[in-house]
């Protein structure tokens, strides 16, 4: 198996002339080789048996000839009747047994072609074969007894000789003819090997040179030329396949050099909204900051404006108390009423005072939170508080009710500008919003923990964000309230400090005329930013 | 006994050498079994007429007539013996009418041959006899030719009794016609 297989790969790797050539004068030889062997076994099988028929009957003829003499023991006879196998020259000796007992004894014998005398017992009886030719031993009869044996060798080597010459021809013939047939397979093999040879010298200049426009040579309408008609016709598919490429190749490098230009302006203007939006952002919080400073002078305008008559009434009074005194016309009720004047007074100008003091605190801490962006540790509820009453002053007009859901002594470590500010904004979309008829609503905020997180809840019950709207509210510069003052920057604002400075997340669910609910989730004690 | 030729060349010399009394007496038993094998071969090569030999299996009858010597050593020679399917048996005939039923008759003596083979003719006997001469009743006739046992048959007389003598017989005998 293993030589079958390193015949066979040595046999393909051969170039196809070779095994054109070689299965040609092979195929033929074989066929002769075969015819020459069977005709030859046939032929000597033939003599062989010719042969044998012969000294057969030779044997018989003498056997019986012979007889009488044996039984008579007449050896000159004997000799006398097997000498005339001279006229036959194939036979090289005769030789009488005469019957022992129970063995044999050479009686008479006749010798000729110069081999050796007869042995002096018969063999076996039957045909022996040896290297000159064959000895066949019958007994000898008389009327069916068995009265001796007699062997005659004949020889076969002109037999082998003839036989040899056959060979010797068939030989020359087989040499002849594989010489022929190759001249014919060397003269034949351009015709069936050339076309392929042709068309594989056709492709390997194509794979080399990368040049498609070639084609091959059309030797002839068998399978091989029809294969070279694919060929060129795959050739030619693939030179229109090869332009198409070329062709959209181009359109595309022109694509992406427009694409790639366009890309760079689409760059620089994303660069530029980017800058924009954070001036804007910036301008917004700073706006909001004055919207702040702005509310903190009308809410401290009121306790310092109503000081301010207070202790007016009581300048009057201890002006007209002093003018009575001079003029000696102070009476014991006049002091008494300017007593009670001053103490009024006193009290509503300390009252005011003090309160103009709280307003101050509260709105210093909540402007510092939200330009500083300090992190610090607060009071949520407390907070909130303080966040709300910043916004007293926009909020108390409106006559909305603001309820405040928020357990006491709830810590958080935060940043409470942004805080502040998302609250901020929150109220200010619903005042702004929520309640266009100007009837009276509902804002709530809630807090509560939840593991280490803090979840807020801020809600109005106003007329709710349309489903198309409310994919778009946290997009910077959406609003649908331009002219009147939104600037779409508001729940943005929100969305970035909620996500980036708190470390939260934000949903929002809104439904028409029932309102809309925000919840802020984040942590109560945020993590060191890294 | 290797050689035939050597053992036919001692027989024959020893027939011939008669010196020793002792060793004459072997050479004569010597001779009488070749004698007696002789007429046992003869039965192999003659046929004798279907109303003598009527089957395949019928038996031969040799008759040895005038010595009583040969016709022991005879019987010795034919004893188990047969001719393909046809047994064989010896008679010493005590008149003429045993003689017709012989198939083979050898008469030993020379006295009174003549009127016995005269006697026995027509009844399709294979005679033999050792006489000087040949007998025109007489089929087959042996004698000695240097110092060999030969025979001679007389084709008329193997006519007239019907005896069919194979022609590798008659190669080897002499022939004569009385």
């Known amino acids: 198996m293993f030589t079958r297989n390193r015949f066979l790969r040595q046999f393909s790797n051969q170039p196809i002339r070779r095994k054109l050539t070689l299965l040609m004068a092979l195929s033929s030889s074989v066929g002769l080789i075969l015819s020459g062997i069977a005709l030859i076994s046939y032929a000597w099988s033939t003599a062989r048996n010719t042969a044998i028929r012969d000294v057969q009957s030779v044997s018989q003829i003498s056997a019986n000839s012979t007889s009488a003499a044996l039984v008579f023991g007449d050896v000159i006879a004997a000799r006398e009747l097997l000498s005339a196998l001279r006229s036959k020259p194939e036979v090289d000796s005769a030789c009488l047994y005469a019957e022992d007992g129970d063995a044999s004894l050479l009686f008479a014998e006749y010798v000729q072609n110069g081999v050796e005398p007869c042995p002096p017992t018969a063999a076996a009886v039957g045909i022996h074969e040896h290297l000159r030719g064959l000895s066949l031993v019958r007994e000898v009869e008389q009327n069916g007894d068995r009265i001796g044996w007699l062997q005659v060798q004949v020889n076969l080597q002109p037999l082998t000789h003839s036989l040899l010459v056959q060979v010797g021809i068939t030989i020359a013939i087989l040499a002849a003819s594989f010489a022929v047939s190759l001249g014919i397979a060397w003269l034949m093999q351009p015709a069936l090997a050339g076309p392929i040879l042709d068309l594989a010298n056709v492709a390997r200049r194509i794979s080399e040179s990368g040049d498609y426009s070639l084609r091959a040579r059309r030797l002839g309408a068998d399978e091989v030329g029809r294969l070279g008609d694919d060929f060129n016709s795959m050739l030619d598919q693939i030179a229109v396949r090869d332009r198409d490429i070329e062709t959209a190749r181009d359109a595309l490098s022109r694509q992406v050099s427009e694409k790639t230009a366009a890309n760079k302006e689409l760059l620089e203007a994303l660069d530029r909204l980017k800058q924009t939006q954070a001036q804007l952002v910036q301008s917004e919080r700073l706006a909001s900051l004055g919207g702040l400073v702005a509310g903190v002078a009308h809410e401290i305008n009121t306790p310092v404006g109503v000081g301010v008559t207070a202790a007016s009434t009581l300048q009057d009074r201890a002006l007209d108390l002093e003018q009575a005194y001079k003029t000696d016309t102070l009476r014991r009720s006049d002091l008494e009423r300017f007593v009670e004047v001053a103490r009024e007074s006193s009290n509503i100008i300390l009252r005011n005072l003090q309160r103009a003091a709280d307003l101050i605190q509260s709105f210093k801490q909540v402007a510092v939170d939200q330009s500083s962006g300090e992190r610090r540790r607060f009071d949520l509820r407390n907070y909130i508080d303080e966040v709300l009453l910043s916004l007293a002053p926009r909020t108390k007009k409106t006559g909305h009710r603001i309820v405040v859901d928020c357990p006491p002594d709830l810590e958080v470590d935060s940043y409470p500008g942004a805080l502040a500010q998302v609250l901020t904004n929150f109220v200010s979309n619903s005042l702004l919003h929520a309640f266009p008829d100007g009837h009276n609503g509902e804002l709530r905020i809630s807090a509560q923990r939840s593991g280490d997180w803090i979840d807020l809840h801020y809600s109005d019950n106003g007329t709710g964000i349309p489903p198309d709207d409310l994919k778009r509210i946290y997009d910077p510069f959406f609003t649908t309230k331009r002219g009147s003052g939104g600037s779409g920057l508001g729940l943005h604002i929100v969305y970035n400090l909620v996500q980036q400075i708190l470390g939260g997340t934000i949903e929002v669910a809104s439904e028409i005329g029932a309102g809309t609910r925000f919840t802020v989730r984040f942590p109560a004690h945020l993590k060191s930013k890294s | ?178």
């Open chain 2, 1 to 178: 006994m290797t050689d035939p030729r050597a053992f036919i060349a001692a027989l024959v010399v020893s027939i011939a050498c008669t010196a020793a009394p002792l060793r004459a007496q072997a050479a004569e038993a010597l001779e009488l079994q070749v004698r007696a094998a002789f007429l046992f071969n003869l039965a192999r090569f003659v046929n004798w007429p279907p109303d003598k030999v009527p089957n395949t299996s019928s038996t031969i009858t040799i008759c040895v007539a005038g010595d009583a010597e040969f016709a022991a050593t005879v019987r010795e020679t034919i004893h188990g013996k047969s001719v393909g399917a046809h047994g064989l048996t010896l008679q010493v005939p005590a008149n003429s009418s045993d003689l017709a039923r012989c198939h083979i008759a050898y008469f030993g003596e020379d006295t009174g041959l003549k009127d016995m083979l005269t006697a026995v003719s027509g009844n399709h006997v294979l005679t033999v006899h050792s006489a000087p001469a040949a007998q025109p009743a007489g089929v087959v006739r042996l004698y000695l030719e240097e110092r060999r046992i030969r025979f001679e048959v007389n084709t008329g007389a193997a006519g007239r009794e019907q005896l069919q003598l194979s022609s590798k017989l008659l190669s080897l005998a002499q022939l004569v016609n009385l």
